[in-house]
């Protein structure tokens, strides 16, 4: 039986209210995904009940919100099956992940050394890669998607016995477009490259294994997620993890300090300085438990089938360019010539239905695409029927108003 | 050309804008103001008189006959043309000195306009005022 969004729609209450007069329309989830009840409870019983500093004083508050500080650890790892929770650290976010590896490997770099990364990148796997590049003298080289939106089917040679890093998303957030992952790893293992999965668009829908994956590294945010914003995960392989020099240093992180030295404390403790985010970790447990309380591929199939939906309605109307694939992704992105996406944006807004409009944090493959940006709608497993045919039926409206002629 | 700004009326602009009662309502008014602006040509669309910091690409020309103001501006998002013709109401013909009394940005909040100025990001409205207070 099909899936049903009403059955843990409720667990939204954000979603229940208006926006200027109209039903809101909540379609902007690749950039951030509501949050459902048992998140809001966690963090609020967290303040209630148990919070204290972790990992320090010892007292019954403390060891409360210790022992769920590193539950939740477990919880992460089994969520993405890491074979043990010392290899999952806590960052902010995706983005505070990817910069945690590219400076812990500054030191394993030399000039002509390279660094591979696909046209798919969000800024957020692209820009420290670029300045890593800039500091080591490394080359940073681009695995290009051709203008048809595929993949060469050769890219073998962009591994070379120089590729040190190999830097990947799961799922672009630009376009919704996969990447050949399991293919691209492989190569890159070949060549004894490290490799950096970006799941920061994956973790929402598919179940993730970063064992079958085998990747070195694997990112993600939490409020993409249904968890909180400001916490993410960084998990790697002990090896890779222990290779990388802390880009962060302070307390929390250290085993000994004197004026003259410290000696650093073991993973996960060396990689995450200062006092952790605490009601972030807290709640993102509790985002996993929602999850995993639910037929994760009944919802996977649910969103793609709202994607396929809007792409079969609206590939057909003269204008509209659809830079998505038409099936296996859970959002579409497009633009309409002769009409700015910023213009269309505010009629939506103004329905109550909110999408993004924008570059999406990938301008190189804006450029590829010959668009200054796209305007997205982006399916969570609360979306319905409904909001999908809203949205194309306000966008028809709004391509109507604003066409000249 | 048919179209000038010189037909729109300050005061007409302000009423029709103020007559919005819903953001959709606020649309369309932008909409059909956005037809009255003269467009600018292509060698007018320089980087120089490009305004920074905006997400849809906004040129502005400013001409000084006489201490007072004259500008002209385009866009390539026709609701920020809209706003464009709003704003360049408020300011045409005025000298710098008094243009720097003005608090645009109240002044376009009465209009019903207050969602532009929030996110520079998005529209950079803000951006403009400022280009138009420095330039
Ligand atoms: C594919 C991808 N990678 C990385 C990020 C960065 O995530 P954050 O801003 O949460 O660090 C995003 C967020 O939009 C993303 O979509």
């Given at each position: ?405 | 050309?048919?179209?000038?700004l ?65 500008f002209?501006a ?10 464009l013709v709003?704003l360049l109401s408020l300011v045409e ?43």
């Open positions: 039986m099909a899936f049903d969004p009403s059955s843990l729609r409720h667990l939204f209450p954000i979603l229940a209210q208006s926006a200027y007069d109209h039903p809101l329309t909540y379609l902007d989830n690749a950039a951030t995904t509501q949050k459902p009840l048992p998140v809001l409870d966690a963090i609020q019983d967290y303040y209630r009940s148990f919070n204290a500093n972790v990992h320090r004083g010892a007292h019954f508050l403390s060891d409360r919100a210790t022992n769920r500080f590193e539950q939740a650890r477990d919880t992460i790892a089994s969520f993405i099956n890491a074979p043990e929770q010392s290899h999952v650290i806590w960052t902010k976010g995706a983005t505070e992940a990817i910069n945690t590896v590219a400076f812990g490997l500054e030191h394993l770099l030399e000039k002509g050394d390279e660094i591979l990364i696909t046209s798919l990148e969000h800024h957020a796997n692209l820009v420290p890669w670029q300045q890593l590049a800039f500091r080591t003298g490394a080359r940073l080289r681009i695995l290009p998607l051709t203008s048809n939106g595929k993949w060469e089917p050769e890219f073998s040679h962009y591994f070379t016995d120089r590729t040190r890093i190999f830097a990947a998303t799961q799922i672009s957030n630009a376009i919704g477009v996969s990447t050949p992952l399991q293919t691209m790893l492989d190569h890159a293992k070949q060549q004894g490259a490290f490799t950096l999965v970006d799941g920061a668009q994956a973790v929402a829908h598919y179940p993730i294994d970063v064992q079958i994956l085998d990747c070195d590294f694997y990112v993600f945010s939490g409020h993409k997620m249904y968890g909180p914003t400001g916490i993410g995960v960084l998990y790697g392989k002990s090896h890779a993890l222990e290779v990388l020099l802390p880009y962060q240093t302070g307390g929390e992180m250290v085993r000994h300090v004197s004026y003259q030295a410290t000696e650093f404390n073991v993973l996960p403790y060396r990689l995450e300085a200062g006092t952790p985010h605490i009601e972030g970790v807290i709640g993102l447990a509790a985002a996993c438990d929602f999850l995993n309380a639910q037929d994760r591929l009944s919802l996977l199939a649910w969103e793609q089938s709202l994607a396929t939906h809007v792409y079969s309605r609206l590939h057909k109307e003269g204008g509209i360019e659809i830079y998505s694939p038409e099936k296996n992704t859970t959002l579409v992105s497009l633009s309409v010539p002769n009409i700015h996406i910023l213009d269309l944006n505010a009629y939506l807004d103004s329905q109550g239905v909110a999408v993004r409009a924008g570059s999406h944090c990938a301008h190189p493959l804006m450029a590829q695409l010959g668009v200054a940006g796209t305007l997205r709608a982006s399916f969570a497993c609360y979306n319905t029927m409904e909001e999908a045919n809203r949205f194309c039926d306000v966008l028809l409206e709004a391509i109507d108003l604003l066409n000249d002629e | 050309m048919t179209d000038s010189g037909q729109q009326k300050p005061v007409n602009i302000k009423a029709q804008l103020q007559a919005c009662r819903s953001k959709e309502e606020t649309f369309k008014a932008l909409v059909t103001l956005s037809k009255t602006l003269p467009r600018l040509s292509v060698e007018e669309k320089t980087e120089d008189n490009k305004v920074k910091g905006c997400e849809s690409a906004v040129w502005l020309i400013m001409e000084e006959n006489d201490g007072l103001r004259h002209k385009d866009s390539d998002a026709k609701l920020m043309r809209g706003v709003a013909g005025k000298t710098l000195a008094d243009i720097q009394q003005m608090d645009l940005k109240a002044e376009l909040a009465e209009l019903n306009l207050s969602s532009y100025l929030t996110s520079s990001r998005t529209n950079g409205v803000l951006a403009i005022l400022n280009k138009i207070n420095t330039i």
